[in-house]
Each structure stands twice: as C-alpha cells, then as structure tokens.
C-alpha cells in the first residue's frame, strides 16, 4: 500500500497529477509492489516485531529501500515508459523510505506506550537516580515491561541537569520531593554502580526520607546475560542498610595458605562455610574437601563451586564428603586420605534460642566437635587450622556462646602444647605430637546467613508487618557474609599459634534503627502512636532464652595490632591442657547423660562471665556501661 502511494505522490509533485493512471503510467503502480515484496522479504522486514524496533532495524529498511530504488529508477529508465518522467524513480523510492519508516516508528512508540502507561493498578511509578550509561540502558529495558512506567531522571551533574533523554526530563537531587509530590512517584532505583560508598550512603540518607521504595540496580552483565531482568531490582544491600563500607581484604595474605595446598572446610554447606568455599576455589588450591553433615547442603555447594570451577578455568579438585563433627572416626579416616594443610572449622550450632532448648546437642557439637576435627587434623599433621568463632563467646549469657569460648579454650591450651594426650576424653592415652597451629576469628553477626535479621524483616515487610524486634535497646556487631570469609582467610594466615583474632566493625548498630531504616527506605511509613495512620508496626516481642541486649568482641582490654589495620589479636586468658582435660572430660559426661544443670555449672565454672542474661532496664544500663566498644 505504501509503495503505491508513494509512487501517486511522486506523479503528483513531479507533473502535478492526482487523476488515475494515463497512458503506461499503470506499470510503475504495478512495478513498485511487485518490485518492493521480495526485497522487504530478503531483509527480515516482515519478520521484525514492531515493539522491539530500534536502528538496527532502521538501517535495514534503509538497505532494503535503497537496493528497491536503485532497481526501481534502472527499470524506469530502461523501459521509458510513455507519461512516466524519469524523475519519478527518484522521487518515489524516497517518499516510500519515509512513509516505511514513519509508519513503523509510529507502530513501535504506540505499542510500546500501551504496555507501559502508568496509570494502571500496581503499576510502579519510577525515577532512575543517575542518567549515565546504566541508567539509560535500564530505561530501554523498562520500555517493553509492564511493571514500571519511567517518569523521569535524577543526577547531581549540573552539566546534565534541565536536560532530557528521550524526551524525559533530568532533575536535580533538590527537585526529587517536589517531583515525588507532583508526579506520584513510588519507586526511585539507583543506577549508579560506580560510585563510592560514602557518596551512596549520602545519597540514600537522603532518600530514606521520603514517601519511596528504594531500590538497587542488579548487575549489568547479569541483565545482559538474562539471569535477572528489570523485574528483579533489587533490595538495597547490607552495605546500604548498614552505612558503612566493608573491610577491604589483603589478597596476599588470603592466598597465603591456600594456593596449590590442600583445604578442608567444615561446616561447607552453611552461611560461612560456603562462602569461605566460594573465595578458597578462587585462589586456585590443589584440592578443596567440603564436609558437611546436611545432604542438601553439600549437594548445593558442591554443585556451585563446579560451576564456578568452569567458569573460571581452574583447576582445583572438589571432593564432597558427608561427615559429622561428632564422629571422630570418620574425620580421621577423611584427613589421612586426604591429608588437608589447612583445615577452617566453620560447622556449628549458631541459634541461641535452640541451642539454649538443647544444651546437651550444642556442646557435643560446638565443643567436642571442634575438639574431633582438632585431633583429627594434629594426627594427620595439618599445618592450620582455623576455628570460626563469634561474639557471643564474650562474657556469654547463653549456652551456645558459652560452648563457643570452651571451644576456644580448647585451642588456645592446645596451642600452647607440644604433645597432647586425650586419654581423659577418648579413654586411650594416646599422646598426638602437636605441629598444627591453632587460631580462632571472633566476629559479630552476619547479614544474609540464616537466621539473620534482614531477611526476616524483608519477609515481615512483604507480609506486611508488624517487623518484630526482641528489645528496643537490643544492638549488635554486623558483618557481610563475604566480610566474615575474607576475616577467617586472612586471621588464619597471620596465625602463629594460639591466637584470638578479632575485626575493628566500627560502631554497633540498634536493631531498631536498622528496622526503621528498612520501613524507610521501603517507601513506607512506621505506625506506632505518635503517627497511627502509619503503615507498618515495629513490635517489640521480649527478649529470647539466652540473648543479651549488648555483645561484644574482647573479654579483656589492650587488644594487639597486626599487619592488618582492621584486625586485631585479644589477649585472652586459658588453662593449660594438663588442668583443661579433666574439665572437659566432665564436661562430656554430663552431656552424655543430658544432665543439664551440670552443663550450665561447669560452663559457669570456667567460662568467665557466664550468667543470665539482663532483663530490665536498669541492668541493660548497667550492661552498656560495661561493654568494651572498639572505636
């Protein structure tokens, strides 16, 4: 249809007539369908779906038109036909180029402005913080999806600011609530991914003001790989939540015992444990051995580390072995097949509130399991072993922080042994030579792993509320789940014997404040009485068996600096194993028989500030005087 009413108004522009055909003028309104059809054919044209048309599309119908006009103007010429100027065949090819191209450009902006008028029911109303090259290229991929409309972009560039892309303004972080107000905005998602920390911190304490959900850019080789799409923007992450940047590693001292040497990880399937898996395979050892007691678990690392294998060309091997800590047997038999130089002791049982229901299960896993692995690694010879500790072990008001620092205790009066006899624990009075160097990472809690605070309150806020929290002066340590791996790599390099390593984590931070700044920055507001038209409830539900309001990183004081400026040794008090194997020898007894009065005696005994833990808010005071808070 186009190719004839091109060639009716080149005849008209050219000799001025609009009647029908005269004398052999009917053969180029013949010509031009006939001649078109193929060459529309060979270049894909009508094979292209409007929607999607872009300029490569574009230059294709430019191709297959000037290939038509030149073939169109060379039949015209040979022919002559009688009342066809020769004029004609340039004319017409190049109304024909327009009318081809206008009218599927107008086809693409018109389907793709009925998929995303935004004035639908939950449809996202959106501002793109940052009109570079990220946000530009999510602004194409938001153009063919239903669940945002694009209303705009944010940038502090002066030089950008009062511009448009595509025919949408660019604002400045200043006009951002007016803008909000005025166009109904819902959803701001920043599309930044080069800037630093400190400014995308101050970016978003900005924002955590208003009435918006805030969200984060996925990565652009993942949209452009198809792994996620524009459906898939993401929560803020843990570093945004937390307001700090994490603790840059020392890639020297993370491969220093791992490269081209034997690894074994406990615990492999867990929250630590898998990713102390993740950052060993990149630094290529010869053989990684993943113990795990969970069959899923193993099978779900072990299946990711050969992909990651893969996609990095190394060359490690990866054996997955099922174990538990509790059967010494087995990690014999595992260490003197495979003989492991470096063993990271991450299995554990970490839920204070279970742990505190089952005090008999949690010692024989959190104490003579770490003393099975210890053994079994001394005998096989490993030249480390790395023991993943926790802050709850200071000054414990549980019994799973409390099994924790008698973990310790453990390794430190090995390490301070050159023969070790077990006889009191094992009934043999086999003496072990001790060439293994000993040394525990104390860190505080991990954001993502199970349990953890943040996805508990993403899932109270998708349900929505109330976000339940046990105190409201309650306050902890954070760390990222690569963080803690990067700390237990690199303490356990600097290890000599015996030592206690902790993280400079900066300031604590409020549990409240933490859920507050998720209702903020969710684009909701809190409810309590002050605003009872709010949108989301903060409960507070009391606090758990066993859990304390304050926790901290050092029992004593004066810690020591290492090679690490972010880490530190503590000087920790422990007993000789000579004087220590009686006491855990009674120890396993009374968790052999679940005598759980005994349990809590002797942690009591030798745990130093093991008790209760504080209730009121007096005592809580009391507590928060006394906590030994790294500055």
């Given amino acids: 249809m186009l190719a004839v009413i091109s060639v009716w108004v080149a005849y008209y522009l050219r000799i001025d007539q609009v009647g029908l055909p005269q004398l052999q003028q009917k053969y180029v309104y013949i010509l031009a369908p006939l001649l078109a059809f193929p060459i529309f054919a060979r270049f894909g044209l009508y094979r292209a779906i409007f929607r999607y048309t872009g300029m490569s599309a574009l230059m294709s119908t430019a191709k297959a038109v000037g290939l038509y006009g030149a073939l169109f103007f060379l039949a015209i010429v040979l022919f002559k036909w009688d009342g066809v100027p020769r004029s004609v065949g340039l004319i017409q090819p190049i109304i024909f180029l327009l009318l ?225 800590v509790a059967n010494l047997d087995r990690l014999r038999e595992i260490c003197r097949f495979h003989r492991p130089a470096t063993v990271y002791h991450a299995a554990a049982y970490k839920h204070v509130p279970l742990v505190e229901c089952n005090p008999s299960e949690g010692v024989r896993n959190n104490i003579f399991g770490t003393l099975n692995m210890a053994r079994a690694a001394m005998e096989s010879g490993a030249e480390y072993f790395v023991l993943v500790s926790t802050d709850k072990a200071v000054r414990p008001t549980n019994v799973m922080g409390a099994s924790k620092r008698m973990a310790e205790l453990a390794l430190q009066a090995l390490a301070a042994s050159d023969t070790v006899d077990f006889g009191l624990l094992n009934g043999d009075s086999k003496v072990v030579q001790n060439r293994t160097v000993f040394a525990m990472v104390r860190f505080g809690n991990v954001l993502g792993s199970s349990g953890s605070v943040v996805p508990l309150f993403r899932r109270q806020l998708q349900e929505g509320g109330p976000l339940t929290v046990t105190h409201a002066e309650v306050t902890r340590y954070f760390m990222t789940i690569p963080e803690a791996a990067q700390l237990v790599l690199q303490a356990g390099a600097m290890a000599h014997g015996g030592e206690v390593f902790v993280l400079d984590m900066g300031r604590p931070v409020k549990i409240m404040d933490l859920a507050r700044r998720m209702v903020q920055l969710s684009g909701l507001t809190i409810r309590d009485d002050n605003h009872p038209a709010g949108d989301v409830e903060i409960k507070i539900t009391g606090l758990r068996p066993g859990e304390k309001l304050y926790e901290e990183l050092l029992i004593g004081d004066n810690p020591e600096g290492t090679v690490h400026e972010r880490i530190m040794k503590a000087r920790e008090h422990y007993v000789p194993w000579t004087q220590f194997a009686p006491v855990l020898a009674n120890m396993r007894t009374a968790a052999e028989e679940g005598d759980e009065p005994a349990i809590k005696e002797i942690l009591g005994e030798h745990v130093h500030g093991y008790g209760p833990q504080v209730v009121n808010a007096a005592d809580a005071e009391t507590e928060a005087e006394s906590s030994f808070v790294i500055e």
């Fill in 100 to 324: 081809v191209s206008t009218t599927r450009a107008m086809a693409r902006f018109w389907l793709a402005g009925q998929l995303s008028k935004g004035h639908h029911h939950g449809v996202g109303r959106l501002l793109i913080y940052g009109a570079g090259e990220a946000g530009v290229q999510t602004a194409l991929a938001l153009a063919v999806v239903r669940e945002f409309v694009l209303l705009g972009y944010v940038d502090d560039d002066t030089s950008k600011i009062g511009r448009t892309i595509n025919g949408l303004d660019i604002i400045s972080p200043e006009e951002v609530p007016d803008a909000i107000e005025r166009m109904g905005v819902t959803d701001i998602l920043l599309a930044v991914p080069s800037l630093g920390r400190a400014r995308r911190n101050a970016i978003i304490a900005k924002l955590r003001e208003l009435p918006v959900h805030v969200r984060t850019l996925p990565g652009m080789v993942d949209l452009a790989s198809g792994r996620v799409t524009v459906r898939d923007f993401q929560e803020l992450d843990v570093e945004d939540l937390l307001g700090r940047a994490p603790v840059p590693p020392d890639e020297a001292l993370v491969a220093r015992n791992l490269a081209n040497k034997t690894v074994l990880v406990t615990g492999a399937g867990g929250s630590i444990g898998s990713e102390l898996c993740r950052q060993i395979m990149l630094e290529k050892p010869r053989k990684l051995v993943l113990v795990e007691h969970n069959e899923f678990g193993l099978y779900s690392i072990h299946r990711e580390l050969e992909g990651l294998r893969a996609d990095n060309h190394l060359s490690v091997e990866i054996v997955p072995l099922l174990a538990s």
